[in-house]
């Protein structure tokens, strides 16, 4: 099955399996009422059930990143979606809340090991600019799937209910599990990690350890920061504020989400993954300070929305880049790698979430934009710094007489 076809199989099964993690969060979306009179509950505990889905994400990622360095690829891949196939038959048949909280903790656990497994195939795969574009693809729909799942699932509910999309997400995993076994290993056994679990979650600590990943991770975190920000209140301003329907937010969601990934297939287009990065840093900043001063003054949904579109794909740009430099400085470990920087996104997802609803939307928004582009441009900056020393260096080095002369003028 190597040549041409396998390859746009490889590619297929990667992005659908990191569509796979929104999808299992997001899709179900517009079903929680529905879902609040069905178990005679508060709406209160029905959140619940997302809240435990993306903690079993951010768990998932942790536990089959090593695991996957340890095995390999596809038998991991395997065993999660059997776990998801479960998992979601015991949702759709739940007799209480309680009880599809607990399996959609479990469903969350599921999603995540294709997500994770995902970018580290595409790390055994690829390298230089075969890998950008890899990771350019998977972050166009690792972008687009948050953001258009709950369009999906608003187009289905009227007519199947949240059982349904439920049994919609069962047909999905099957057809992953059938696409995974036909999946060749990507990770030799002689590229394995060796030794017991205890040790291979030491790798954790070695991946830390290297400021240049780290840098990436926290630089796409607070960029996540800004896309949560963004799907937590934007049905908010747009149907409240604005007075849109559920169709028109649907419609204008749809948009956001084509410019996220238009721009992560663009990334590829720069000299090398760092430009687009930084470019898309700077974007981000420039476009979210505009965007909050405009929300503070109560702006026209014409200027809201094509600020909002233009930060989107701003997003679009350093997210795809941000993952392929991650990726690419930690290839030993590309198990564990990619469950940090996967996991630490659903975490910043997870505090800027709630952080919208406090005081006025529109400002309070404009604010987390303003806040976590800001934290990106910095981590980006630090990054580069990291990666290109001698370029920094000579920068300081010329820079330093520039500025002695300044203060010395100064001091006169």
Same mark, same amino acid.
């Given at each position: 099955?190597?040549?041409?076809?396998?390859?746009?199989?490889?590619?297929?099964?990667?992005?659908?399996?990191?569509?796979?993690?929104?999808?299992?969060?997001?899709?179900?979306?517009?079903?929680?009422? /529905?879902?609040?009179?069905?178990?005679? +509950?508060?709406?209160?505990?029905?959140?619940?059930?997302?809240?435990?889905?993306?903690?079993?994400?951010?768990?998932?990622?942790?536990?089959?990143?090593?695991?996957?360095?340890?095995?390999?690829?596809?038998?991991?891949?395997?065993?999660?979606?059997?776990?998801?196939?479960? /998992? +979601?038959?015991?949702?759709?048949?739940?007799?209480?809340?309680?009880?599809?909280?607990?399996?959609?903790?479990?469903?969350?656990?599921?999603?995540?090991?294709?997500?994770?497994?995902?970018?580290?195939?595409?790390?055994?795969?690829?390298?230089?600019?075969?890998?950008?574009?890899?990771?350019?693809?998977?972050?166009?729909?690792?972008?687009?799937?948050?953001?258009?799942?709950?369009?999906?699932?608003?187009?289905?509910?009227?007519?199947?209910?949240?059982?349904?999309?439920?049994?919609?997400?069962?047909?999905?995993?099957?057809?992953?599990?059938?696409?995974?076994?036909?999946?060749?290993?990507?990770?030799?056994?002689?590229?394995?990690?060796?030794?017991?679990?205890?040790?291979?979650? +030491?790798?954790?600590?070695?991946?830390?350890?290297?400021?240049?990943?780290?840098?990436?991770?926290?630089?796409?975190?607070?960029?996540?920061?800004?896309?949560?920000?963004?799907?937590? /209140?934007?049905?908010?301003?747009?149907?409240?504020?604005?007075?849109?329907?559920?169709?028109?937010?649907?419609?204008?969601?749809?948009?956001?989400?084509?410019?996220?990934?238009?721009?992560?297939?663009?990334?590829?287009?720069?000299?090398?993954?760092?430009?687009?990065?930084?470019?898309?840093?700077?974007?981000?900043?420039?476009?979210?300070?505009?965007?909050?001063?405009?929300?503070?003054?109560?702006?026209?949904?014409?200027?809201?929305?094509?600020?909002?579109?233009?930060?989107?794909?701003?997003?679009?740009?350093?997210?795809?880049?941000?993952?392929?430099?991650?990726?690419?400085?930690?290839?030993?470990?590309?198990?564990?790698? /990619?469950?940090?920087?996967?996991?630490?996104?659903?975490?910043?997802?997870?505090?800027?979430?709630?952080?919208?609803?406090?005081?006025?939307?529109?400002?309070?928004?404009?604010?987390?934009?303003?806040?976590?582009?800001?934290?990106?441009?910095?981590?980006?900056?630090?990054?580069?710094?990291?990666?290109?020393?001698?370029?920094?260096?000579?920068?300081?080095?010329?820079?330093?007489?520039?500025?002695?002369?300044?203060?010395?003028?100064?001091?006169?």
């Amino acid at each position: 099955m190597k040549g041409k076809n396998y390859g746009i199989f490889l590619f297929v099964l990667l992005g659908a399996l990191t569509a796979f993690g929104p999808l299992v969060t997001d899709m179900y979306l517009p079903c929680l009422p /529905s879902m609040v009179d069905y178990f005679d +509950t508060q709406a209160s505990m029905v959140q619940l059930g997302l809240t435990s889905s993306m903690i079993g994400l951010a768990m998932g990622q942790l536990f089959f990143g090593p695991l996957s360095d340890r095995y390999g690829r596809r038998r991991p891949l395997l065993a999660a979606m059997l776990l998801f196939i479960i /998992s +979601t038959v015991c949702c759709i048949f739940s007799g209480s809340i309680e009880s599809f909280i607990v399996f959609r903790l479990i469903q969350g656990v599921a999603g995540a090991g294709g997500i994770v497994v995902s970018r580290s195939i595409a790390t055994d795969l690829f390298t230089g600019k075969n890998l950008a574009k890899a990771m350019a693809i998977i972050g166009a729909i690792n972008g687009v799937a948050p953001v258009a799942s709950p369009v999906l699932g608003g187009f289905l509910t009227d007519s199947i209910g949240w059982q349904g999309i439920f049994a919609v997400l069962l047909g999905i995993g099957f057809l992953l599990l059938l696409g995974n076994l036909r999946f060749e290993e990507s990770l030799p056994v002689d590229r394995r990690k060796r030794g017991s679990m205890k040790s291979l979650l +030491t790798g954790f600590g070695v991946v830390l350890h290297n400021r240049r990943y780290l840098y990436y991770v926290l630089q796409m975190g607070f960029a996540m920061g800004v896309l949560f920000a963004n799907i937590s /209140s934007s049905p908010f301003i747009m149907q409240q504020h604005y007075g849109y329907s559920a169709f028109g937010f649907s419609l204008f969601f749809g948009i956001n989400a084509l410019a996220i990934g238009v721009a992560a297939g663009l990334s590829v287009k720069f000299r090398n993954p760092e430009q687009a990065m930084f470019a898309g840093s700077v974007g981000m900043t420039l476009l979210s300070a505009i965007e909050c001063v405009a929300l503070g003054l109560d702006c026209s949904f014409v200027v809201y929305e094509s600020l909002l579109f233009l930060l989107l794909f701003s997003f679009g740009l350093t997210s795809a880049a941000s993952t392929a430099l991650a990726m690419d400085c930690e290839r030993a470990n590309s198990g564990t790698a /990619s469950a940090l920087f996967g996991a630490s996104g659903f975490a910043f997802g997870g505090i800027v979430s709630p952080l919208v609803g406090f005081g006025n939307i529109l400002s309070t928004t404009g604010w987390l934009f303003l806040i976590c582009s800001l934290c990106s441009l910095g981590f980006s900056i630090l990054a580069l710094r990291e990666t290109h020393t001698d370029l920094w260096h000579n920068f300081k080095v010329r820079l330093s007489p520039v500025v002695r002369l300044a203060f010395s003028r100064r001091a006169k």
